[in-house]
């Protein structure tokens, strides 16, 4: 026997009709690259998008078919992410701060057939273009003869594509921490959940009252999903297409900008911003922060002006929200110094995701605050296989293991304690270790490497490399560093290059990097100082 109520697919869709329907006239505000700033709301979004899913048909795009873009943070993107899915596609956000070969990996692994993008990576899509084998269409955004001539020639009549709740809507690539960079394919369900999961008071705690500022990128792990959340809630979005905090900062005040989100870095400047001028965000309720771990200096002085902190955790392959901080049952009772204590931690998973712990023969820990061990976390919105993989990432039981170690605490507050991988996390980004060694490895002179990531106040990780000079080398650190300009991305460069007579290795052959990260664990590069 079935139940009585009516059947609507969770599909995304459903979120710009609401929003158009619901709160048509909440504002969108895009400052851009030139300075400009221009206003829209919802149902100019909700336009836009049709008449982008209208030019997509016309141009023979099938459902399913992936719509790439290159771009900053802005209304025209936002109406991208909704044309592109509102059509059947799958909406592909690149990330530009990539190297040129993992660029062009994603985009023809992805087999993009259209590719928008802002003026600013003009350059880089002119260096790209030869070498993008499945691109039919290149869109200018911020250009009259792009974007705007592609609506125009539109009328916006046009009634969304429907199908199954379980259809692709989104593809976002990991960094490509090791080898490639992997494809999470995200469905209109599972992105439907992960919205609705947000809105909520102890997550993103979204309203119609919200005016959210997002620093976080769009081609970020889907921009932590607040695209989607703040449909479903009406909030006004303001966005900037240039991360600089005296920018950020009057937006932020002349919007009245209630929540914003971003990682640790951006902060970091808003506080230089404060002190150089005094100038400081008023009507900031709630900060969210992740992308890695916020140092409790952050956490304290956001919490000293008023401010709600957000510790955020996850990963592209959780849509991304996989834990979130919020105040406790008992948090009106604790001192200043408790809620920090409680902040620093990674928070407590929303409904719908359960994690466990699980020691290296696969035993499950208990939830005691003590019992460290691998992070596996499952849920509607968490990933199961990768986009074109032939297995799936998750065991028979949809358990995913995150590659960090931690810690639960009986009321279910997740800690991490450790990284069972040997990336480096640099102002939110990923940086493979083991890239950056064969890298390394292919200069002249250069006979092994290893490289780790040391503390940075600004940037909570920087590379350090340890390199292991050939017989009779005298090769130099910037000799190094000019060989790896050519292979990595400028911000994977190693602040700085260090010359040992031998590296520790396990009793396989594999760098040792636990010892490694020990013996280094106080050094201190002279950017950082």
Not at 80 to 86: D, E, P, Q, S, V
Not at 99 to 105: I, R
Not at 443 to 470: N, S, T
Request: glycine share 8%.
């Amino acid at each position: 026997m079935l139940g009585g109520m009516q059947d609507f697919a969770l599909r995304v869709p459903r979120l710009i009709d609401h929003a158009e329907r619901e709160h048509g006239g909440q504002e969108i505000v895009s400052h851009w690259a030139d300075g400009s700033e221009t206003r829209t709301n919802w149902a100019g979004i909700a336009h836009d998008a049709r008449r982008l899913a209208q030019a997509l048909q016309a141009w023979g795009l099938k459902p399913g078919d992936r719509v790439g873009t290159l771009a900053m943070n802005h209304a025209k993107h936002l109406a991208a992410w909704y044309g592109a899915i509102g059509m059947g596609g799958v909406i592909h956000t690149v990330n530009p701060r990539l190297f040129d070969e993992q660029l062009v990996y994603i985009i023809n692994h992805a087999e993009d057939r259209v590719l928008l993008y802002d003026k600013a990576f003009t350059e880089l899509v002119e260096r790209l273009k030869p070498q993008l084998t499945s691109v039919e269409h290149f869109v200018l955004f911020d250009d009259p003869s792009g974007w705007d001539a592609v609506l125009a020639a539109q009328d916006g009549n046009y009634a969304w594509v429907e199908g199954d709740e379980r259809d692709p809507c989104m593809l976002c690539y990991t960094s490509g921490t090791t080898g490639n960079p992997k494809g999470v394919l995200y469905e209109h369900r599972s992105t439907m959940l992960h919205a609705m999961a947000e809105v909520a008071p102890s997550v993103f705690n979204l309203s119609p009252q919200t005016v959210a500022l997002p620093i976080v990128p769009m081609f970020h792990a889907a921009a932590w999903g607040l695209p989607f959340a703040g449909a479903l809630a009406g909030a006004k979005f303001v966005y900037s297409a240039v991360n600089d905090p005296k920018i950020l900062c009057r937006l932020m005040n002349d919007e009245k900008v209630t929540h914003s989100a971003g990682v640790p870095t951006v902060w970091l400047a808003m506080f230089q911003h404060i002190d150089e001028t005094g100038e400081k965000p008023e009507h900031l309720q709630l900060v969210t922060i992740g992308g890695s771990a916020a140092p409790r200096a952050m956490i304290e002085r956001l919490m000293g002006m008023g401010i709600r902190v957000g510790h955020a955790w996850g990963m592209t392959e959780t849509s991304p929200i996989g834990t979130m901080g919020a105040p406790p049952a008992n948090w009106n009772d604790l001192s200043f110094e408790e809620k920090v204590d409680v902040v620093c931690k990674q928070g407590r998973v929303p409904f719908g995701v359960e994690l466990r712990v699980v020691d290296d023969n696969d035993v499950q820990q208990p939830r005691d605050g003590v019992s460290s061990g691998r992070l596996q976390i499952r849920g509607p919105w968490v990933i199961r296989r990768y986009f074109k993989a032939e297995a799936d990432a998750a065991d028979a039981d949809q358990w995913f293991d995150t590659g960090d170690v931690a810690v639960l605490h009986p009321d279910g507050t997740m800690q991490i304690t450790d990284r069972s991988k040997d990336v480096i996390k640099s102002g939110g980004e990923w940086i493979s270790s083991v890239e950056l060694e064969n890298a390394a490895v292919g200069c002249p002179g250069v006979a092994e490497a290893a490289a780790i990531g040391i503390f940075h106040p600004k940037w909570d990780e920087r590379p350090l490399l340890l390199v292991v000079r050939k017989p009779g080398s005298d090769v130099t650190p910037a000799e190094i560093t000019r060989h790896l300009a050519a292979k990595v991305a400028k911000w994977w460069l190693p602040d700085e290059i260090l010359f040992v007579d031998s590296l520790p290795h396990t009793a396989t052959g594999k760098l040792l990097k636990t010892a490694l990260r020990d013996q280094y664990r106080d050094y201190q590069s002279k950017s950082a100082a």
